[in-house]
C-alpha cells in the first residue's frame, strides 16, 4: 500500500492518491493520463521503494556489534625460527687454500650427512630451515648433519685479502702465513703478520721476516671440493651422504668424481654440469664489479632473487623473498664476489654416461675421458626453477640405473622452502633405498603431520591461532623403533 503519492496530470492540476493499491495506480495510469504523468508516477514510486530499502538496511546495520574479534600481528617469517631449537657446534677448520667454518647439527656418532650451499647464501640461508622441518626430524634421529660454509661466505666474515696483480710494493698488506703438511693437506701453524712487498714484520714481536708474502687466492671450484678432504679429517669421517643446492651441488659432485670412495651417495638441488654461458657470464661480471665496490646493490639482490626462485616466485611469493632480501644485509660483499666469479670460471664436470652399444661391452667414460659418478643420485628442481635446463641436461650425463630424478610441481628454484614437505618424502624413500631408516613409516609421518595441523588450528590449548615461523614447524616427534643402519 502507499499512502500517499503526488504527480501532475496534463491539466496542469495537482492530484492526490490517498490510500491507493497498486492496481488502482495502473488503472487510474491507463485511463487518465498522458505518458508524461506514467513517467512521473514510476519515478515517484521507485524513489519511494529504494528509501524504504535504504531505512531498513540501516536499521539492520545498527543491530550488528563487532564482537568476538581477536586481532593479531603477524610476526615476519625468519628461518631459524627459535635459536635455541637447533643445536649447533661450529668449528673453523684451516685447509691449505683457506678457512672453512662447519656447523655440525647432531650427534657425531650417526651417520654423516655433508651439506654445501648455493653463491649468497650459507648454512643458516639454505638449509637450517629445512632440516629444522618438522618431517625431518625423525630422519635426523639416525644422522649427523656437517654444513660446509665457503670462506668467507659466513655471517659475520671479515672480508678476505685478494691477490694483487699490480700495487705499490711499499704499501703495507694484512695477511696470514700457513704452514701446510704435504701429506694430508692439511694447516699446522699459521702467522699473522703486516708486511709490504719489500719486507714482512710480525705483528706480535716487531720483527722482521725473510718471506714472500703469499696473499689470499681464492679457490676454484676444483679446489673448493679438495677442501673437503681436511673436514673429514677433522671429523674422522670415512664416508658420507652429500647434500649440495646450487654451486654446492657442483662441488659435491667434483669430489664424488675424484674420490667416490668417500661418497655414498648425493641429493643435488639445480645443479649445472656445463660451463657457464654467456649470459651467466654477462650477468656475473656486473654482479661482481658491484660486489667488489663494497655494497650490495638492487641490481645484485634482483640477480640473486632470481638465480635462488624464478621470476614466478619472486612475482608471487612476496613473503619469502621479503625475507632473503633482507638476509642479504648480513653477506660480506667483497667476499661474495670473489665465490661467485670462481662459480662462474668452472669447468664443465667431467661426468658422462656411456651407454653401451648392442654386442659390444663397454665401460662408461672409456672412450670419451669422462667418468662416471658410482654412488646413487637424487636430482630435485622445481617446475618453474629458472636452472630446470641444467638439471634435465645433468640427468642425461648420469647412469640412469642409479640416477633419481624428481620435478616438483608449483615450486620455484628453491624447493627446500617453497615445498620441504616434498624434498623431505623424496629423500626419506632416496635413503630407505640405501638401506637407511628402514624402519621409519609414512603413516606414522602422516599422522604426526595432520595432528600438528589440527594443533596449529586449535591454538595447541594457548586460546590463540598456532603460529609457524618460516620452515621450522612445531610438529611432535614421530614415536619410532629404533634403528641403527
Known amino acids: 500500500m502507499y499512502s500517499s503519492v503526488v504527480v501532475c496530470s496534463s491539466s496542469n492540476s495537482i492530484v492526490e492518491f490517498l490510500s491507493l493499491n497498486q492496481l488502482d495506480i495502473e488503472k487510474n495510469i491507463t485511463m487518465n493520463t498522458e505518458p508524461n504523468f506514467c513517467d512521473c508516477l514510476c519515478s515517484v514510486l521507485m524513489s519511494r521503494r529504494n528509501k524504504r530499502k535504504r531505512k531498513r538496511m540501516a536499521e539492520k546495520l545498527t543491530d550488528i556489534e563487532l564482537t568476538g574479534i581477536i586481532l593479531e600481528e603477524t610476526k615476519p617469517r625468519t628461518l631459524g625460527g627459535d635459536p635455541s631449537s637447533v643445536l649447533l657446534q661450529e668449528d673453523d677448520i684451516e685447509t691449505g687454500r683457506g678457512t672453512l667454518r662447519v656447523a655440525v647439527q647432531g650427534d657425531r656418532s650417526k651417520a654423516a650427512i655433508i651439506t654445501y650451499h648455493d653463491i649468497g647464501l650459507n648454512h643458516v640461508t639454505n638449509f637450517q630451515g629445512f632440516f629444522s622441518y618438522g618431517d ?62 719489500d719486507n ?59 674420490h667416490p670412495e668417500k661418497v655414498d651417495a648425493l641429493a643435488l638441488v639445480n645443479c649445472t654440469a656445463s660451463v657457464s654461458g654467456w649470459t651467466e657470464w654477462g650477468w656475473q661480471k656486473l654482479n661482481t664489479w658491484y660486489l667488489k665496490s663494497g655494497s650490495m646493490t638492487g641490481f645484485t639482490e634482483d640477480y640473486l632473487l632470481w638465480h635462488w626462485f624464478g621470476q614466478k616466485t619472486v612475482d608471487q611469493n612476496y613473503d619469502l623473498v621479503r625475507m632473503y632480501r633482507d638476509t642479504m644485509k648480513h653477506i660480506n660483499p667483497h667476499n661474495l664476489a670473489l665465490f661467485i666469479e670462481s662459480y662462474t670460471k668452472r669447468t664443465a664436470l667431467a661426468v658422462h654416461r656411456d651407454l653401451p652399444k648392442l654386442g659390444v661391452k663397454s665401460t662408461p667414460g672409456k672412450n670419451t675421458g669422462a667418468r662416471a659418478l658410482d654412488c646413487d643420485v637424487l636430482l630435485m628442481a622445481g617446475d618453474n626453477s629458472p636452472h630446470l635446463d641444467a638439471m634435465v641436461d645433468m640427468n642425461s650425463r648420469i647412469d640412469p640405473s642409479k640416477t633419481s630424478w624428481m620435478k616438483i610441481s608449483d615450486c620455484g628454484g628453491m ?29 606414522k609421518i602422516m599422522e604426526s603431520r595432520s595432528a600438528a595441523s589440527r594443533a596449529s588450528l586449535l591454538g595447541a590449548g594457548g586460546g590463540g591461532r598456532g603460529s609457524i615461523t618460516g620452515t621450522t614447524h612445531q610438529t611432535p616427534v614421530v614415536q619410532e623403533q629404533e634403528a641403527e643402519c
Open 136 to 197: 625431518m626430524q625423525p630422519i635426523l634421529r639416525h644422522f649427523c648433519v656437517y654444513h660446509i660454509n665457503a670462506p668467507g661466505q659466513h655471517d659475520g666474515a671479515l672480508p678476505l685479502m685478494q691477490r694483487q696483480e699490480i700495487g705499490d710494493p711499499k704499501a703495507p698488506v694484512n695477511f696470514t702465513i700457513v704452514e701446510v703438511d704435504a701429506s694430508n693437506g692439511c694447516a699446522t701453524t699459521t702467522l699473522a703478520a703486516t708486511a709490504s712487498l
Open 200 to 258: 714482512i714484520s710480525n705483528q706480535e714481536t716487531g720483527d722482521t721476516v725473510g718471506l714472500t708474502p703469499q696473499l689470499y687466492h681464492f679457490p676454484s671450484m676444483d679446489e673448493l671440493s679438495e677442501m673437503i678432504l681436511p673436514v673429514l679429517q677433522f671429523y674422522g669421517i670415512k664416508h658420507f651422504i652429500g647434500f649440495g643446492m646450487g654451486a654446492g651441488a657442483n662441488i659435491l659432485t667434483r669430489f664424488a668424481l675424484n
Open 415 to 443: 624447493p627446500l622452502e617453497e615445498a620441504p614437505e616434498k624434498v623431505c618424502d623424496a629423500f626419506r624413500l632416496f635413503l630407505q633405498g640405501l638401506g637407511y631408516v628402514p624402519f621409519m613409516s609414512q603413516t
